[in-house]
């Protein structure tokens, strides 16, 4: 089956951290891309961070640089998100994402983080 599904959401305090899972499957992992989302509602899902297939390259937006790690593991088919140094705007549902197939977007069903003060 062809999906992704992460975990690792929950309740922190602000400054805490957590890490985000997203165990992807039924597609050749370890040849795509990957992204990490966020959704909060009434607002447009916007782009956290990205690793190239090979886990070389990690691209961060601006709001998270210094705080957020993107990693992914070929072998167990997974990509993690690190967050440190958590703030209250971080509060969102954080969805995994795949160009999969060529030319449309494979979504889990997300996790939700919620930062108190």
């Known amino acids: 089956q062809v999906q992704l599904v992460e975990s690792g959401g929950g309740l922190v305090q602000s400054g805490g951290s957590l890490t985000l899972s997203c165990a992807a499957s039924?597609?050749?992992?370890?040849?795509?891309d990957m992204w990490w989302y966020r959704q909060t509602p009434g607002k447009a899902r916007e782009l956290v961070a990205?690793?190239?297939?090979?886990?070389?390259?990690?691209k961060y937006a601006d709001f998270v640089r210094g705080r957020f790690t993107i990693s992914r593991d070929n072998a167990k088919k997974m990509v993690y998100l690190e967050m440190k140094s958590l703030e209250v705007d971080d509060t969102a549902l954080y969805f995994c994402?795949?160009?999969?197939?060529?030319?449309?977007?494979?979504w889990g069903q997300g996790t939700q983080v919620t930062v108190s003060s």
């Open positions: 994402n795949a160009h999969y197939p060529p030319g449309y977007h494979l």
């Open positions: 039924g597609f050749n992992f370890s040849t795509y």
């Open positions: 990205s690793i190239n297939s090979a886990g070389s390259d990690m």
